[in-house]
């Protein structure tokens, strides 16, 4: 019979349990500042704020892709970066419109395992990018909180040691259910599976990718941090710079949590915090967070049109077979 640590460990319950949380959270939200902050940010996004979403979406997109071109040349696959462009733009548009925040990475894997005619190999390669991307940009941004001055900067100890904290419960999360997997298919396969996932870590350090890795996701990081000033702006902040940033910084920190749906949720309630502690007010803070996130939705459009395209010509080829 199995205990009770083994069924919480399930991948269902899980999944449900970091979606209730950001429901919770946006939950909270409401039931302190009302929902005149999430209108507030419908109302004021005008044209001029889609068209830059949109521009700055552009180089925040090529360097996922060729992040994850620096990663898969480091497994041995080459990747063109159009089609390394293309389906990050399909990616994000999945993760910002489908709970988890995940399903457009997964699909992205599952595709490129199909491609290359190795679903291993391809979903490792994605899988690494993620986690090397994710890495780097927590490193990055806690770096940039540590050094410039800040209103929540007496606050810093206590949020890194959540942020730790959270991180870590998630890893051993993981760790457990992939030993429970192993249980049942053999401990040989589970230490081949760890043994190939160190060769690929180590390939992605002494081949050099790292440093592609890092300026990658430090434009990135940078773009992302432009699209939540424009958000800020967009909503009505009027705070400068130097105050903005490190707030935008936690707010982006938040979301590397997956205690949301489609991102929705912890950077909200992060956002809030934020702006209360620098002397803004949190009904700012869940504004410029929620401007944000529709303005990222907007700047991922044009993966719809790359999803559409595919499933089109799916069908067109499907249609030939029969014929």
């Known amino acids: 019979m ?10 269902h319950i899980w999944r449900w349990a970091h979606l209730s ?4 959270v946006l939950a909270l939200l409401v039931w302190q500042v009302g929902t005149g902050p999430f209108l507030d940010a419908l109302r004021h996004i005008d044209r001029w704020a889609i068209a830059g979403a949109l521009a ?3 180089p925040t997109t090529l360097c996922g892709a060729w992040r994850w071109r620096l990663v898969a040349a480091g497994l041995g696959i080459r990747l063109p970066l159009g089609q390394a462009l293309a389906a990050c733009y399909g990616a994000q548009f999945l993760n910002s419109t489908l709970p988890g925040g995940l399903a457009g990475d997964v699909h992205r894997a599952v595709r490129h395992g199909l491609d290359v005619g190795d679903m291993g190999l391809g979903v490792r390669a994605v899988a690494l990018e993620r986690f090397a991307g994710q890495a780097a940009t927590i490193t990055i941004a806690v770096i940039a909180l540590a050094l410039f ?4 900067k007496p606050h810093m100890p206590v949020l890194l040691a959540g942020l730790i904290l959270c991180l870590v419960v998630l890893c051993l999360v993981a760790a457990g259910l992939m030993l429970r997997k192993a249980g049942r298919e053999g401990r040989s396969r589970w230490r081949r599976a760890v043994l190939r996932v160190r060769e690929d870590v180590r390939g992605l350090f002494t081949g050099g990718a790292w440093a592609g890795v890092v300026v990658t996701s430090s434009v990135a990081l940078a773009c992302h941090l432009a699209t939540f000033v424009l958000a800020a702006r967009t909503a009505g902040a009027t705070a400068p710079l130097v105050l903005l940033v490190p707030l935008t910084l936690l707010a982006l920190l938040a979301m590397v949590l997956p205690i949301n749906i489609a991102g929705w949720g912890l950077r909200e309630g992060t956002a809030a915090w934020a702006f209360a502690a620098a002397g803004l ?8 967070a929620v401007t944000y996130g529709v303005l990222v939705t907007v700047a991922s459009l044009p993966g719809a049109g790359v999803l559409i395209y595919r499933w089109a010509n799916r069908e067109l080829g499907s249609g030939d077979t029969r014929d």
């Open 2 to 11: 199995a205990s009770p640590l083994t069924s919480v460990a399930r991948p």
């Open 21 to 24: 949380g950001g429901l919770i």
């Open 56 to 58: 700055i979406g552009i």
């Open 149 to 152: 001055p800040s209103p929540v």
């Open 281 to 288: 007010t949190a009904a700012q803070g869940v504004s410029t």
